[in-house]
C-alpha cells in the first residue's frame, strides 16, 4: 500500500506540472475538459484488458452506481474546468497545497458520521494545515474567479472522492473510468470538428503526455479511494513536497518560490501527515 501511494503522488506531481504547462499554452477550459476524457479512453481500454485477464472486471448495473455515474459526470466537468482557472494564477505546489482543505473537509465529514474519531491530535494536524495555507496565501487569492475556482475545485475534489468510494462496490476502477470518460466525450463531441483537432495538434500531443500520468494517478487514486476516502489523503504530503522540490529545478523566474512559500507549503505537509496518523 504504500508504494502504491507514493507512486500515485509522484505522477499527480509530474502530471500537474503538465497541466501547468497546457494552460501556459493557453489551452481554454473546454478544450482542457474535453481533450482530458478523450484521451484517457485509450489508456483505460488496456487496463479494461487487463482485468479481465486478472478476473478483476466487474460491472454490476443497478439503479445505485448510474445515479452515481450522473453525479460524476457533473462533478468532472466542474472539477477539469476549475483546474484550469486556477492553474492560471497559482504554481503546481501552491494549488497542490490549496487542495489539502479538501483533505480535511473529509475528514471533518466522516468525524460527523461517526467513521473517524476527532482528537487533540487531529485537532492539531487542521490548525497547521490551515496557518501552513494562511501563510501561503497572498494576493492571489484576491482575485474572485481564483476564490470561486478553488472553493469549486475543493468541492469537486472531495465530491469524486466519495462517488469513486461508493460506486467502485458496483463497478471495476477501469469500467468506471471508461463509462464516466465516454459518455462525457460522446456528449461533447458535437462541438469539435476535425479541422479544429488539426489546428490544436500540439496541445493534443501534451494532453496526452499528461495523461499518461495522470490516468494512471487516476487509477491508483481510485483504488485508494475504494479502502477509504480520507486513506487516499496519504498522497498529499508526499505530492506537496514533490512539487516544491520540483519547482526548486526549474530554471523560469515566473516560477521561482520565497522562503515563505516554502515554509507554508512544509507545514501544510506536517499538517497532513499528522493527520494521517490518527486514519
Not at 462533478?75 to 484550469?84: I, S
Not at 470561486?148 to 473510468?177: F, P, Q, R, T
Not at 490516468?215 to 496519504?234: D, E, I, R, W
Request: hydrophobic share 55%; with cysteine.
Amino acid at each position: 500500500m504504500i508504494s502504491i501511494i507514493i507512486f500515485t503522488a509522484f505522477l499527480s506531481t509530474i502530471g500537474g506540472y503538465i497541466d501547468k504547462h497546457l494552460v501556459n499554452k493557453g489551452i481554454s477550459r473546454n478544450d482542457y475538459f474535453y481533450y482530458m476524457c478523450l484521451s484517457m479512453i485509450p489508456f483505460v481500454i488496456v487496463m479494461i484488458i487487463i482485468e479481465i485477464v486478472t478476473n478483476t472486471f466487474k460491472f454490476k448495473l443497478s439503479i445505485i452506481p448510474i445515479l452515481l455515474l450522473i453525479l460524476a459526470m457533473f462533478v468532472r466537468y466542474k472539477k477539469q474546468h476549475t483546474l484550469v482557472g486556477c492553474l492560471k494564477h497559482l504554481n503546481p505546489y501552491e494549488l497542490s497545497s490549496y487542495m489539502s482543505l479538501g483533505i480535511v473537509l473529509a475528514f471533518v465529514i466522516d468525524s460527523l458520521f461517526g467513521i473517524k474519531e476527532f482528537s487533540i491530535i487531529t485537532f492539531a494536524s487542521i490548525v497547521l494545515t490551515l496557518i501552513g495555507i494562511f501563510i501561503l496565501s497572498d494576493v492571489k487569492l484576491k482575485i474572485k474567479s481564483l476564490q470561486k475556482d478553488l472553493i469549486i475545485k475543493i468541492l469537486c475534489e472531495v465530491g469524486m472522492g466519495y462517488i469513486a468510494h461508493y460506486i467502485l462496490k458496483y463497478w471495476s476502477n477501469a469500467s468506471y473510468i471508461l463509462i464516466l470518460n465516454l459518455l462525457l466525450t460522446l456528449i461533447f463531441s458535437k462541438d469539435y470538428k476535425f479541422e479544429y483537432h488539426k489546428k490544436n495538434k500540439d496541445i493534443i500531443k501534451w494532453v496526452f503526455i499528461q495523461q499518461t500520468f495522470g490516468f494512471l494517478a487516476t487509477y491508483f487514486g481510485n483504488y485508494l479511494y475504494s479502502k477509504s476516502v480520507v486513506l487516499s489523503s496519504f498522497t498529499k504530503p508526499i505530492t506537496i513536497v514533490l512539487t516544491i522540490l520540483v519547482a526548486f529545478f526549474l530554471k523560469d523566474k515566473s516560477k521561482s518560490i520565497k522562503l515563505k512559500d516554502v515554509f507554508a507549503v512544509f507545514i501544510v505537509a506536517l499538517g497532513i501527515a499528522l493527520l494521517n496518523v490518527t486514519l
